[in-house]
């Protein structure tokens, strides 16, 4: 059994920062991709930013430059540290692990959801 439990998520006024983080838990050998998805009220979930076990990342064009992530593979564990939020970075974020090695074989597991909200 595989499960992502995230952290991190709150409340925080335009322009400021939060960093979440998302811990892959279970007997795991290896996971190919892991990222952060975001779902706003009325939108689709779209996919924020993600990086691979070798490092390569990919960003959303409205988080460049502003939002950084990192991973950890010891740990299994992925970060996204956000920096100059804005009000339409509100959202419940998703972790996600994509290829993840285990006994049973290689699949793909998404955590709970954690809300971040950007208001004054």
């Known amino acids: 059994q595989v499960l992502l439990v995230e952290s991190g998520g709150g409340l925080v006024q335009p322009g400021g920062s939060l960093r979440l983080s998302c811990l892959a838990s279970?007997?795991?050998?290896?996971?190919?991709?892991m990222g952060w998805y975001r779902q706003a009220p009325g939108k689709q979930r779209e996919l924020v930013a993600n990086?691979?076990?070798?490092?390569?990342?990919s960003y959303a064009d409205s988080v460049k430059g502003r939002f950084t992530i990192s991973r950890d593979n010891a740990k299994n564990t992925v970060y996204l540290q956000m920096d100059s939020l804005k009000p339409e970075d509100t959202a419940v974020y998703y972790c996600?692990?994509?290829?993840?090695?285990?006994?049973?074989?290689?699949?793909?597991?998404w955590g709970q959801g954690t809300q971040v909200t950007v208001s004054s």
């Open positions: 996600n692990a994509d290829g993840v090695q285990t006994h049973w074989g290689l699949d793909d597991y």
């Open positions: 279970g007997t795991i050998f290896g996971i190919n991709t």
């Open positions: 990086i691979t076990s070798g490092s390569s990342t």
